[in-house]
């Protein structure tokens, strides 16, 4: 699928600040971002495997305003490794924008390296509120990172804009949203 740069841009104009992280790059260099791709052969200023980006990435603790991840975690495996560096590279209330296709939708399934599927839901499961506390009072012992939701959005495909019946549409049809849009904030460690 191709990226809608200029509806990105209109989604995140307002995020952007000094310092500003572009995940998973490819040839989509972001003016006044770190651009950062796995691909020695896409001209990123940053060469790195998400996949491993906890434990071998560089060490970035509270650099970053806002983190963009266009299409990028729906590739990984270690998801709570990738999202755990991105909240240590964040500064304090830092925003990472998560762009992934919906998983109800042709284009989540048809491309092989997607490991992982998203519906707006899934974003709770990187807010350790959403977790119940065990008996000591701690919550899920992977998670070493805590988002907020700042805001999720729905992007449907064009057939649908303005469709009197898109939610119900969005809810039982196949192929009617494009992609989700969730912009996420960094919180501290509950105690």
């Known amino acids: 699928m191709t990226r809608d740069a200029d509806l990105d841009q209109t989604f995140y104009h307002g995020l952007v600040g ?8 490819g040839r989509n260099h972001e003016l006044g971002f770190i651009n950062l791709d ?10 790195c495997d998400l996949e491993t980006a906890l ?9 970053f305003d806002f983190v963009l ?4 975690i729906e590739h ?3 998801t709570y490794g990738l999202m755990e560096w991105i909240w240590k590279a964040l500064k304090p209330g830092g925003k990472v924008m998560i762009v992934v296709p919906h998983a109800a939708t042709d284009v989540a399934f048809c491309d ?4 992982k599927y998203f519906v707006p839901s899934t ?7 959403h977790f119940e506390q065990d008996s000591h009072g701690n919550y899920d012992p992977m998670m070493n990172f805590n988002f907020g939701i700042d805001r999720i959005e729905v992007i449907p495909y064009k057939e649908f804009w303005g469709d009197p019946e ?11 949203v494009m992609e989700i849009r969730a912009i996420l904030v960094k919180k501290e460690m509950p105690e």
């Open 18 to 25: 000094k310092a500003n992280l572009n995940l998973g790059c």
């Open 38 to 47: 796995k691909s020695p052969n896409v001209g990123a200023d940053v060469v």
């Open 55 to 63: 434990e071998e990435g560089p060490k970035w603790e509270n650099k």
């Open 69 to 72: 991840a266009s299409h990028v």
């Open 76 to 78: 990984i495996n270690n």
């Open 112 to 115: 092989i390296t997607h490991v």
């Open 123 to 129: 974003f709770a499961g990187f807010c350790q509120e």
């Open 166 to 176: 898109l939610e119900f549409k969005i809810k039982h049809w196949w192929n009617v």
